[in-house]
């Protein structure tokens, strides 16, 4: 069964850094491109990252990129988010999420989702 | 980026009605659109991929269609499960972006 566990949530200061983990269960890490979608209180669902197989290839949107890094330990099956100079607009609960395959970007899985709250 | 926009944002119907959901793309997507359910408690399932390729153990009753620029989510006969928010994605090019939601609601 394909399971995706978030972590590393919780309360941090504008400005401050946290970083968020996802443990990969079920299927073979390495084979999956991989996501975070994160969903702010009350509004709907944004894609925030994508990473290759191999982790070479990573890709943002304009709000979080020079701000969010996106990376994975296969040997680990883990996927990380790390995400740097916190705004309060980046309040949301984020989801990993893994790609059905290379060429259908359609987010197949989804973990249960962390709560991250930027707030002085 | 690709604007993604969705209606209605709210739909009430009734057990064992047809509905269909639509998402218009600012620009053509050449199918490249996708839907997901998102239960109440946030647990998120997807449901068609690529226009109207149905995710494996999603009920027939789900179907998709569209081309260009307009794509719909038809349930045919709606069941008490089926009550909950969906939304659609376009993976045509990046940024990725979704559909602000329709809420299927119970009349």
């Known amino acids: 069964e394909v399971q995706l566990v978030e972590s590393g949530g919780g309360l941090v200061q504008p400005g401050r850094s946290l970083k968020l983990s996802c443990a990969a269960s079920?299927?073979?890490?390495?084979?999956?491109?991989m996501a975070w979608v994160r969903q702010a209180p009350k509004k709907g669902l944004e894609w925030v990252a994508t990473?290759?197989?191999?982790?070479?290839?990573?890709y943002y949107p304009d709000s979080v990129k020079g701000r969010f890094t996106i990376s994975r330990d296969n040997a680990k099956s883990s996927l990380y988010l790390q995400m740097n100079s916190l705004k309060s607009e980046d309040t949301a609960t984020y989801y990993c999420?893994?790609?059905?395959?290379?060429?259908?970007?359609?987010?197949?899985?989804w973990g249960q989702g962390v709560m991250v709250t930027v707030s002085s | 980026d690709i604007q993604m926009t969705q209606s209605p944002s709210s739909l009430p119907a009734s057990l064992g009605e047809r509905v269909t959901i639509s998402c218009r793309a600012s620009?053509?997507?050449?199918?490249?659109l996708n839907w997901y359910q998102q239960k109440p408690d946030g647990t998120i399932k997807p449901l068609i991929y690529?226009?109207?390729n149905l995710q494996s153990g999603v009920p027939s009753r789900f179907s998709g269609s569209g081309s260009g620029t307009d794509y719909s989510l038809t349930i045919s006969s709606l069941e008490p499960e089926d009550f909950a928010m969906y939304y659609c994605?376009?993976?045509?090019?990046?940024?990725?972006?979704f559909g602000a939601g329709t809420k299927l609601e119970l009349k």
């Open positions: 990473i290759s197989t191999s982790g070479s290839r990573t």
């Open positions: 690529y226009t109207s």
């Open positions: 994605q376009q993976d045509a090019s990046f940024p990725y972006t």
């Open positions: 079920g299927f073979t890490f390495s084979n999956y491109y």
């Open positions: 999420a893994r790609q059905k395959t290379t060429r259908v970007s359609l987010f197949d899985y």
């Open positions: 620009q053509g997507i050449s199918n490249n």
